[in-house]
């Protein structure tokens, strides 16, 4: 079959339940498309070759080749995105401009996810070209705050990004959502001293820790967020908070990989959830279950021990 949809899923979240639903209703629509639920947690190896650090996560593929994904419980954008893998392939013009137009948005959308935003082949921890390497390195080098999109990710944004930029090469960097160009460019900016003027600079991550654990008096730094925790143990620690009735602040760690990998050098504790009253770490899901089955839990939470 030309198009399979696969589901990334785990038994402990209702939110994967609630969109095999959604898979069950969109398969009897889309009798042409493949759709199949893997157990994350099951396939360690498939799900690190593929980049699963949450669920639940929907890869798309055709002909053997991945063409797409989707992180999180959306499903209009898992609806929408099985429409215009399925109609990619009709002749019908509307179809096709309607197709074109959508990509335009969702383009549009990511060069302005971030003050600064690079288009790059691999991450700025693991660039996959020599281009790519050098760009991140000039803006490494600059102290200059960047978020970064992985062409290799999406092939429908790599080839529609050169189409809307009018941009035939890869990395492309983008200032308050306008084009600013490629390596050459930047080289060129560099030389003349105007690069730390047209690119926001980077506020230091110990700083940014500080502002966060403290945006709080009780913050809770997890996978997922309250409302849709993202792992067993996030899960697990919400309950229990959630049982004391202290109000407290969530930050999702899988939104921001700079945070994620900062705050275990920061706290000096390398795993999550973990869990800050008052600026302070707590600990994570075991010391909390220790400090409630021993009643100081409450106490520490508002702040009186």
Known sequence: ?????????????????????????????????????????????????????????????????????????????????????????????????????????????????????????????????????????????????????????????????KTYSNWPTYPQLYVAGELIGGLDIIKELEASGELDTVCPKTQKLEDRLKVLINKAPVMLFMKGSKQMAKCGFSKQIIEIINNTGIDYETFDILEDEEVRQGLKTYSNWPTYPQLYVKGELVGGLDIVKELKESGELLPILKGEN
């Not at 199949?36 to 949450?54: F, H, N, Q, R, T």
């Not at 991140?136 to 429908?156: A, C, P, Q, R, Y």
């Open 1 to 161: 079959r030309s198009l399979m949809v696969v589901h990334f899923w785990a038994p402990w979240a209702p939110q994967c339940a609630q969109m095999n639903e959604v898979m069950a209703a969109l398969a009897k629509e889309h009798t042409q498309v493949s759709f199949v639920k893997l157990e994350a947690e099951a396939v360690p190896e498939v799900s690190e070759k593929y980049g699963i650090s949450s669920v639940p996560t929907f890869l798309f593929f055709k002909n053997s080749q991945k063409v797409d994904r989707l992180d999180g419980a959306h499903a209009p954008e898992l609806t929408k995105k099985v429409q215009r893998h399925t109609s990619s392939s009709s002749v019908s013009t509307g179809s096709n401009d309607s197709a074109k137009e959508d990509l335009n948005v969702r383009l549009k959308k990511l060069i302005n996810a971030a003050p600064c935003m690079l288009f790059m082949k691999g991450s700025p921890k693991e660039p996959r070209c020599g281009f790519s390497k050098q760009m991140v390195e000039i803006l490494n080098k600059h102290g200059i705050s960047f978020s970064s999109f992985d062409i290799f990710s999406d092939e429908e944004v790599r080839q529609g990004l």
